[in-house]
Each structure stands twice: as C-alpha cells, then as structure tokens.
C-alpha cells in the first residue's frame, strides 16, 4: 500500500507508474493463469472464396473432423473467407489484412490453416503482417500456387500435384471416339492461372481431339452450348467459382446443372466433385489429404516447428467411378483402367435379396416335387385301383364260371326236364294229328304245356347267362328278399342234387338296396355252395341250410347258415383273407370276392360260430330311404318290389 504526505499531492507521472504497475500485476496474474489451464487450441481456418466453394469447402470440413479425431481434445476452430479471391482488389486486402490482425493481435492463435490456392497466395503476400511466428499449414493447394521462396521456417505444405493429361487420357481410353472436349472454367484471378496452364498441358491434345474453351462464357452460355455438342463429346469440369458474367457459383449447383443438360458425360479432376453428376476416373482424394494435414496439425501441436515438417505431394488417387454415370452413357468395365473401383453400383435383385430368393425358389422347388409325387402318387393309386376293380371283376366272372361248373349237372337236368316233357307232348300232339278225328281241345293242351315246357327252359338259359354275364357294375334299386328268392330258384336243382334241406324265411316287409344284381346273386351263391360244401360227411337229414333276411335299423341284412363242424377258432378272422381255404381243391378266393363285392355296395359282411353248431355268414347293406329312392327316379331302373 501506497501512503502519501498530507503535505504533498501526487504527480502525474506518480499516477502513470502505479496504473503500469497494477497492470503488469495483473497481465503476470492472467499468464499464470493460462500457463496452469491452457485451454483449447485455437486454429484459424482461411477459406478459399468461402466455406461452400468447392472444392475447398469439402477439404476444409474433412480437415476439421480429422483434427478432432486424431488431437481427441478441444478445438476451436475460427473460420474466415477471403473477400478479394474472386477479383483483384489491392484495397481490400489491405483491409481484411489489418481486420485480422486487431481481431487476434491480443490473443494470437495456435495454428493457421490456408486452404486452396487463393488462400495460400493471400498468406504469402502477407505473413510479415499476419502473425510472422504462427505455425502455418498450406493445405489442399497445387505444389505450383506455392511461391516456395517466401516459405519461412514457420510453414509447412501439403499439397497436390495435377495431371491434366492423365484425365484426359482417361477421358479417351472410355471414349475412344471422342472428338470435342469442353473444358468448363471459370473468370477468378485463381482460374484465369490454370486456363494458361492447361492450355500448355494440353497442347499434346490439340491433334487428336478439339478442346473448346468456356473460359469467356456466362454460365447460362454454357448450359446451352453444353446441351447440343457434337456427338462423341465430352466435358471436363476445371472450375467453376465465378463465371464470365460475374457470377459466383456455390458448392455443386452448377455442375449439377450442367449434368442435367449435357448431352456428353462430365469428367473431373478432383474427387469433391465425385457423387452426383461426374463419371469419375484418377482424382484427388479429399480424405486422403485431409488425413495427412490433420496429422501435420498434430504434430505441430505436440511442439514440432512447422518448417521441419516436409510432406512430397500427392498425385491422383486410385480411379473411382459412378455406376449410375457409367450406366447413363453406357460405360463398360471392360473399359475401365486397371484396378478401378465402381461406386453406387444398384445391387441386382438377385444380389439384394440372393437368400430370399433362394429360399422362394427352395420352397418352390420342394412344393413342385412334393405335388408331383403326389400326383404321381394319386395317379399311381387310382390305376391301381382300376386295375383291382378291373382283377377284381375278372376273378368274380371266373367265380360265377366256377359256380356255373359246379351247377352244371343240375342245369343241365333242370332243362332236360322241360325238353323231355316238349319232346314228349310233341310227339302225342303228332300222333294225335294223325287221326281222322283230332281232339282239338286235347292238342290245345298239349300245346300249353309245350309253351309252358318251353318258358321254363328258357328261364334257366336266362337266369345261367345272367350269372356267367361279364357286365360293368350297375347298381339299380332292388329288393334283397327279391334277390334272394331268385338266387334260391337258381340253386334249387343244385340243392336238391345234393340232398340238402334249403330254409328261405324272408323278411315280410321290402329290404330296398342299391346293388348290382347280378354281384349280390354271386355272392349269395358263394354262401350257399360253401355251407353245402361243409356239410358234406353230414348225413343227409341234417344238412340244413338257413336263408334268411331282415330289416337292423336303417340296414338290411341277410344271413346263410349251416349245421356243419363251424369255423376253427382263431381263422374267423382270416376266412375273408385271399388264398385262405379249408378245402382240399379250393383257391380261397370265393370270400375274398364276396368281401370286395360287398364293401363295394358300401356293406359289411363278416362270419361266426353258431351255439349248436355250425357256421353263419352274414351280410349287412345301407337300406334306400324314401328320399333317396325319390332321388334316383327313373335312373334307378325298374324294381323288384312288387
């Protein structure tokens, strides 16, 4: 603390060394302060134009990103665009040199990074006034925009070399017939530099292909001449920042532009421009680059001088292509340089969906050869069943001429009885006629009894031709009582042959069925002739044979029973079975029929042993309601009701 005499006042300059002190205190105070808390480093970012020209614009945010990731701590990045990089302006340099200077003459920053060539020539005109000793990176500029005798030992270069002939021999390895190239620049101080160069580069050219210059044309200009090039044209997109009539051109609204109206395909130099309307080929890479300046950036910040850091230019990157382009001009890889890569390639649908579709296909596959087998199956299966129904008639044709074999003696007998009694009556009748005198009314009755001799054989001839008919099945409405009454008269020779007792009791009411007459007459047949055949050692009196039929609820049923030894136990299960027989001379196929016969008409016929002996057979088939028979009409046939 200060005290003065009360006698004496301050001076003036007693005034002005106490304020210097104080703040020499305080400065002292704060550079301690920022020496234990440095804080963030401070980057100046100098823009080309402005951060949405391209191709800086992409370098630049590509550099920021990379510059985060790689230091992984704060960063303060304070951006400023030049304002006299799209035309000549001493003044307003001058200006913009002495703005920056009072913005960040207190607080300088860590590092200052040029992007592109406007930017790098404004720092070299001016590093004696901007920050003499602040590291400096020249980045994303061509090596030949670098004046590098006025480097100073706080710079550094990254830059990139271009070859203009190499994208110009890409242009014409894919178009081989290429004529006319259109070379889009533009009229900024920057541009009007790289228009001389690439004359002087491409005069090699100017035998083999016509360059057309858009150099001294508005945009609008270019548009329409762009729109009606010759065929076997392309463009190459230089730059296009400010264009002949003064217009400044932000990011790729004018290439896009372009792309639409051109009737040629459009080729670059630098990779920023790649992704919308370019076909591609060797460009710079901005990752590339933008990788290698952040690394230079880290190391400067990790204390290396800026001057020691030297880094060779970078050429073209490896040649990338845009699928949608190549298909749009019909582009194909065989004519691609070695070792290019293709971007935005649609994947087919095949590629997309490859498993989904596999699978469909699996799905499809299984599901066809699961249905063919299946309809192989049912074909297999349904001439299997024609050819057993079509075996099945044949054996029960060969059953009825088997049967008819055995009634042979009792046919025969039954009409020799009618055609000895005609004989006979033929005879007397001749006699008769004779005499002088005939009694008519004696040969009237001769004559009757001819007749009904003569109907009489005729009806055993019909009923055997019946039986040893091989017809289709034809179900038609009939009585069963009828069916077996017929079968009993058919059999009655044989019965009586064979000195059997035939009980027929009968229902009293009408059993209507559906069945193939002829069929249900075999089966009956088979029934009777096996019940005759089991009582064959029995004496005469007890051979007894029992028919009877009845109505079971909504069934009718008919049963054949006889008095012989019945059926061994534990075989009633297999007398239906095929082959199986208990006779000496039988195939064993008679019931097999009968059982196919009868579920045929949708029946049921099985087999036991009677109480007192003996065996019964019996058959049990749906009766036909009243609605049913209405139902079959005239279809039905006539029946044998009565």
Not at 64 to 77: E, K, L, N
Not at 213 to 222: K, L, M, T
Not at 315 to 323: E, M, Q, S
Request: hydrophobic fraction near 45%; proline fraction near 6%.
């Amino acid at each position: 603390m200060w005290f003065w005499p009360a006698f004496r006042r301050p001076s003036f300059y007693t005034w002005t060394f106490t304020a210097a002190l104080i703040i020499a205190l305080l400065h002292a105070s704060l550079d301690q302060s920022q020496a234990a808390d440095p804080g963030p480093k401070r980057v100046l970012m100098l823009h080309s134009f402005g951060p949405r020209f391209k191709p800086w614009s992409d370098y630049a945010e590509a550099i920021r990103s990379q510059i985060s990731q790689q230091w992984q701590m704060p960063v303060d990045f304070l951006d400023h665009s030049l304002v006299d990089a799209r035309q000549a302006d001493a003044s307003a340099e001058a200006s913009f040199v002495e703005y920056l200077r009072s913005l960040y003459f207190r607080r300088p920053v860590d590092l200052i990074v040029a992007i592109g060539a406007p930017a790098a020539v404004f720092v070299q005109h001016n590093r004696q006034q901007l920050f003499p000793v602040t590291p400096m990176i020249f980045t994303a500029v061509e090596q030949r925009r670098v004046e590098k005798e006025k480097l100073t030992a706080y710079d550094t270069v990254v830059a990139v070399a271009h070859d203009f002939p190499a994208a110009f021999d890409n242009i014409l390895r894919i178009f081989p017939l290429t004529k006319t190239i259109a070379v889009v620049n533009g009229t900024s101080p920057n541009e009007v530099f790289w228009e001389k160069e690439m004359r002087r580069e491409l005069a090699p050219f100017s035998g083999r292909v016509e360059l057309r210059w858009y150099n001294e044309r508005s945009f609008e200009q270019i548009l329409k001449d762009a729109a009606s090039l010759p065929p076997h044209s392309a463009v190459f997109w230089h730059l296009m920042n400010v264009d002949a009539a003064g217009v400044a051109h932000e990011a790729n609204a004018a290439l896009n532009k372009l792309s639409a109206s051109a009737n040629a395909p459009i080729f670059s130099y630098d990779g920023s421009f790649f992704g919308e309307a370019i076909v591609g080929g060797p460009m710079h890479s901005v990752m590339e680059l933008s990788q290698i300046t952040a690394a230079v950036a880290i190391r400067i910040f990790n204390g290396e001088k800026a001057g020691d850091i030297k880094t060779p230019s970078t050429g073209f990157a490896t040649p990338k292509f845009d699928w949608r382009q190549m298909e749009r001009w019909g582009i194909g890889e065989s004519n691609l340089p070695p070792g290019s890569t293709i971007h935005f390639r649609q994947p087919r649908v095949w590629e997309r969906y490859s498993w989904q579709i596999g699978m469909i296909i699996a799905v499809i596959l299984a599901q066809a050869g699961l249905i063919t087998a299946l309809l192989n199956a049912h074909r297999q299966r349904r001439l299997a069943e024609v050819q057993s129904a079509q075996r099945t008639r044949e054996l029960a044709t060969v059953s009825r001429f088997a049967t008819a074999g055995e009634l042979t003696a009792s046919i025969a007998h039954e009409i020799n009885q009618p055609l000895g009694a005609i004989l006979t009556n033929a005879e007397a009748a001749d006699e008769m006629l004779k005499s002088p005198t005939p009694d008519i009314g004696e040969l009237r009755e001769i004559v009757k009894d001819i007749l009904d001799d003569d109907r009489r054989a005729t009806e055993v001839i019909r009923r055997t031709r019946s039986l040893l008919k091989k017809a289709p099945f034809e179900p038609k409405v009939s009585d069963l009582n009828e069916v077996a009454r017929e079968t009993v008269t058919l059999l009655s020779p044989v019965i009586a042959g064979r000195q059997v007792e035939l009980k027929s009791i009968l229902a009293a009411i009408a059993l209507p069925i559906i069945c193939d007459h002829i069929q249900l007459q075999q089966v009956i047949i088979n029934l009777v002739v096996n019940a005759m055949d089991a009582m064959t050692n029995k004496p005469s009196e007890k051979r007894i044979i029992s028919i009877r039929t009845s109505k079971v609820e909504n069934f009718a049923e008919l049963s054949v029973s006889d008095r012989g030894p019945g059926i061994p136990e534990g075989k009633i299960d297999q007398v239906f079975e095929p082959f199986f027989t208990s006779k000496a001379e039988g195939m064993g196929m008679g019931l097999s029929i009968a059982r196919t016969i009868i579920e045929a008409h949708s029946g049921r016929i099985w087999a036991e042993n009677r109480d007192h002996g003996g065996a019964s057979f019996r058959i049990r088939l749906p009766l036909v309601l009243n609605r049913q028979r209405i139902g079959l009409g005239s279809a039905a046939g006539q029946t044998a009701l009565g």
